[in-house]
């Protein structure tokens, strides 16, 4: 859909999410952070690209592998994107499973087990880069692989007695918004590149419709116009710190999933839910006073436990530019158009580092830049490229088609 | 020791020490933090006092424990103190132990269980208010207690298997501070209680000397000028994140727990080390931008991986507070005082609540609340209120009386 917004800021918005992807960010990581020694993707990055850190993330080794293959799918078959996914993919495969086979969370640069978490995210982030090459190269061992993968995430998330409860389950039993996230996202992800193919006697798309159904049914919340994080079994709210806390930028993470998927089914009900998915959390989460998405927000406005909650991450501005932006293409709504302008500019002029490249990834309150770090185990080349990849994409008019 | 400074601020001084300890710190925690129901302390406190999360620390039933007996104890046998302590060990005894007999580190408000973390330091704080309320009643059952969550904690730390690592030994194999200093501040604490008796073995003394012994040798490190938190079993440094990460404050509270134990050995060795290891940390932790002490820095000065490391917390100030009230009251040194009335005053201007009491717990890099929490599963009745009691004591000159 055309509107004026669109046509207004066409130009310079690609100049933000195409120009600077190709020109700044898919070039960072390959320059500063590709291990051309041990394979695979350093993140640990200094303001200069500078290695920090030496350990591994396996999630990146899947975000990674997933943002190059997808970049040579979907923008250009540029060799060096595929050279970069292929080596985080092989690393993956050869040096980040722990002795059962589950993946571990972070790896030494050369392979060495260090970090084994009880969650399954390693997995669902190396099916989508599994997925991703398959599709860029046609070798089956990655689609295999990608299956294999998501099959594993599934058993772990649905069969009980994976994944030990943090809280003792008898005294409070309790369920995640994370988890169904992941699952409808790695299911849209593995269907765009294998197509509609079954996992465990269920199609990628009834996975994903299954994820959206828990979301909407458990965590969306219209009577209090709040997403919850984690809610009881019967997705009741549970009044404690973690059962209130709200983290804004993830839901509505969340909404432009649903956003998607109801495009693509259309499933119309299900983008009017998503769409007041976005509206309720942009509304607890956008700070009045300062700007910018507050990371952690409280159901009843009640202090939160984690004293970081006032900071303004990167990914959360990322996640918010594509919802906002997807929203107005899909309502022409001009109200979406504010958020996506009000989202847009103040990350643009604080997030950016004009000097170096790259974005900073964790600001104060107020905007300001706490750490010159370009990347650790949670921050590399993942939402903010997806975010230009993505947003570049609905500018022109070819997202649904790229994504289906 | 008197000295032109402490001449000079005394009355100020216990002015912010006593008097606020006394009319406002062990008040507030009395009137909203005790529960007067079920038992215990509850320390997740809004502003004005008000329960914002009715789940209870175990550690803070220790910490809570221990602070109010030893205010029984080193200040005036008030029963409203000793009716708490007594709330808070009994509350521990009855409720706060899982299947194993291993304590829990969150229960619910009547004491179902909620969260066992693989630490042992809901042990040690047991110990200490055990003791405590011993040396307050005299009743036998809280002095075997005590000895018996002592030899918990000790078996714990020293038996291998009992904790498993977050990173796979094999891989890199590390030792971290915390619980050596756990180790040498619960014995000179139960020491202060119980007399110098055996525990698995070896005095209290003994236990914590060889906590000392072990400080110095893995830990203080003078040619880099500077106390790791995290080193090899041999000592060396790691050089990654978490081996380079400096927790100033943390490593200033070791010294003067170290100087404590200095002075009533006679140590003179000790006693240098331990004023050498404020000197470093000051010097790593202060910020000269905007005063106060950062959070974490890097040994080699690089950016940190956890994203809020630029910000001010309540109790590494209350124990650079202790660490140089108690070096200058030893050295008699004018750059002790110097340092004492950086950090007290620049403490004083911040944290404390004009309005409703207490202090904030978490200021952003320039100094400004950025929560109204009065306490959480981390903050209630143990830094502050042990720092206001300590300080009065050393400057009337009798700290090492009340502590030995």
Same mark, same amino acid.
Request: hydrophobic share 40%; charged share 25%; aromatic share 12%.
């Given at each position: ?21 190709? =020109?700044?960010?898919?070039?960072? @990581?390959? =320059?500063?952070? *590709? ?22 993330? #396996?999630? /990146?080794?899947?975000?990674?592998? $997933?943002?190059?293959?997808?970049? %040579? !799918? ?6 060096? $994107? ?20 589950? *993946?571990?969370? &972070? ?43 998501? +099959? ?22 309790? #369920? ?8 409808? #996202? ?10 509609? #193919? ?20 458990? %965590? ?5 116009? +709040? ?13 404690? /710190? ?12 969340? +909404?432009?999933?649903?956003? !998607? ?11 009017? &839910? ?7 959390? $942009? ?12 990371? %952690? ?10 004293? @970081? ?16 932006? *997807?929203?107005?293409?899909? &309502? ?49 080349? /993942? ?22």
């Amino acid at each position: 859909m055309s509107t004026p917004y669109l046509r207004e800021r066409r130009d310079e918005l690609l100049r933000d999410y195409r120009d600077a992807l190709l =020109r700044d960010v898919a070039p960072f @990581w390959l =320059r500063f952070g *590709l291990d051309r020694e041990h394979g695979g993707m350093l993140t640990a990055l200094g303001r200069r690209g500078e290695v920090i850190d030496t350990d591994k993330s #396996v999630w /990146f080794q899947g975000r990674a592998g $997933w943002t190059y293959a997808t970049l %040579f !799918r979907r923008v250009e078959r540029r060799p060096e $994107w595929l050279d970069a996914a292929l080596s985080c993919v092989r690393f993956l495969r050869d040096h980040c499973a722990g002795p059962s086979g589950k *993946l571990l969370f &972070t790896v030494t640069r050369d392979g060495k087990p260090l970090r084994m978490r009880r969650y399954v995210f390693s997995e669902s982030f190396a099916a989508i880069a599994y997925a991703a090459v398959h599709a860029a190269t046609g070798e089956a061992e990655w689609r295999e692989r990608a299956l294999g993968a998501f +099959a594993t995430f599934l058993r772990y998330q649905h069969e009980p007695g994976h994944i030990a409860p943090k809280v003792e389950p008898t005294t409070r039993p309790s #369920v995640g918004l994370s988890p169904w996230m992941i699952q409808l #996202v790695t299911a849209q992800d593995l269907r765009e590149c294998l197509g509609d #193919v079954e996992v465990l006697g269920r199609t990628l798309t009834q996975w994903a419709k299954a994820a959206c159904d828990a979301i909407v049914r458990l %965590f969306v919340k219209p009577d209090l116009r +709040a997403v919850m994080e984690q809610v009881a079994p019967d997705g009741s709210v549970i009044d404690h /710190f973690d059962g209130r806390l709200l983290n804004p930028g993830h839901a509505i993470e969340a +909404a432009w999933f649903l956003l !998607r998927e109801a495009r693509r089914s259309g499933d119309a009900a299900l983008a009017t &839910t998503s769409l007041q998915m976005l509206d309720w959390m $942009w509304e607890r989460g956008w700070d009045r006073e300062h700007g910018g998405l507050l990371y %952690f927000t409280d159901l009843h406005g009640k202090p939160v436990q984690e004293y @970081w909650a006032h900071m303004k991450f990167w990914w959360p501005h990322n996640e918010a530019m594509i919802a906002t932006l *997807l929203a107005h293409a899909h &309502t022409g709504d001009p109200r979406y158009a504010e958020m996506h302008r009000a989202v847009h500019d103040w990350s643009r002029a604080r997030f950016p580092d004009r000097e170096h490249g790259e974005w900073f990834g964790y600001l104060d309150r107020q905007g300001r830049p706490t750490t010159e770090l370009k990347g650790n185990m949670w921050k590399g080349p /993942f939402h903010l490229p997806r975010q230009q990849l993505v947003c570049w994409e609905i500018l022109e008019g070819r997202f649904d088609a790229t994504s289906a």
